[in-house]
């Protein structure tokens, strides 16, 4: 399924910093809730808690959206919303 949920900030400066990030799916029940998202082109399979690149963590998965904790270039947590096309 495609996405146009999409985190791309660009930083004070004007430059982006941060990796493209796409919510490509969203799974599992109120207990266990699995995702897989891009970042910058590259397909990760994640859960809460996960870390999928060492300056990300997975903060929390909802239905609808993936939270995420970015420790570099800066401290910033993000939420990508889930939409399917």
Known sequence: MENGGLFKEPSID?????????VEYIAGN?????????????SFQIKEKSSPM???QV?????TSVTLHFSAPQEVTK???FKPE
């Open 79 to 81: 939420t990508i919303d």
């Open 54 to 56: 060492d300056n990300i």
């Open 30 to 42: 109120d207990v266990k809730k699995e995702a897989i998202i891009a970042i910058a082109g590259t």
């Open 14 to 22: 004007g430059q982006n910093n941060f990796p493209e990030v796409k």
């Open 59 to 63: 903060v929390s998965i909802s239905d």
